[in-house]
């Protein structure tokens, strides 16, 4: 399965936009990128997913390279409530057996008044 | 929110002895899915379901079995559980899209 790498953790204030990295060099033509958040104590939330073009809905932006070798959640005005753990995921274009996601460690966000 | 409800969503138990885990939904969609998470680790599969009575293996399987009887319940089963299956087990079920899971609340499993 194609590898993900995302930073550890970063940090942002309140109000501000955040970018999140996520580099995915192995990357196949049919992988989609999907984005993730956990935050404490819950379960894992869908964020947004693209495969070629950026992509924007009510949560966030996907910035996704040329190459499609990385890609960039955005947060266009974090609040307190963004604090969590994003995951940058590889996966199917299909349910079941296509669309295993295999989630990292993923990067940390702490979000300051 | 999703229509996933899990059950019990804390449990205690001995090794040794079986436990099973609920996962209800109200969504009437296909595909669901079990995961695990333990600290140092992401979310591991354990087994998914793309219809009833079909399941699958998912990476770590070893000790778990899983029915289907219905669309709407997907049970988890350890027949005899184990101090290494300590851990946060979650229940997801695939989007009308099919692009995204939707996650249940969690079940924390602690056996002693």
């Known amino acids: 399965d194609a590898k993900t790498t995302q930073p550890n953790s970063m940090e942002s204030n309140e109000e501000e936009p955040v970018h999140l990295p996520c580099n995915h060099s192995?990357?196949?033509?049919?992988?989609?990128i999907h984005w993730y958040r956990q935050l404490p104590s819950q379960g894992p939330e869908y964020v947004i997913h693209?495969?070629?073009s950026n992509v924007n809905n009510r949560m966030a932006s996907l910035a996704i390279a040329e190459d499609r070798k990385s890609s960039t959640l955005i947060l266009h005005r974090a609040t307190l409530r963004d604090a969590a753990v994003y995951y940058c995921i590889l996966g199917g274009n299909r349910g079941g057996s296509n669309y295993k996601l295999t989630f990292g460690k993923g990067t940390l966000l702490t979000v300051n008044p | 929110d999703a229509g996933i409800t899990q059950s019990p969503r804390h449990k205690v138990t001995e090794t040794g002895t079986p436990v099973t885990l609920r996962c209800h939904q109200t969504?009437?969609?296909?595909?669901m899915y079990w995961y695990r998470q333990d600290p140092g680790h992401g979310l591991r599969l354990i087994h998914y379901s793309y219809g009833v009575k079909d399941t699958d293996k998912g990476e770590v399987s070893d000790g778990y079995s899983v029915s289907r009887s219905k669309t709407e319940d997907f049970l988890l089963t350890l027949e005899s559980a184990t101090s290494s299956q300590t851990s946060v087990y979650f229940c997801?079920?695939?989007?009308?899209?099919?692009?995204?899971?939707?996650f249940g609340p969690g079940t924390r499993l602690t056996v002693t």
């Open positions: 969504e009437n969609h296909r595909y």
């Open positions: 192995t990357i196949s033509g049919t992988d989609y």
């Open positions: 997801a079920l695939s989007g009308p899209g099919f692009y995204e899971q939707y």
């Open positions: 693209g495969l070629t």
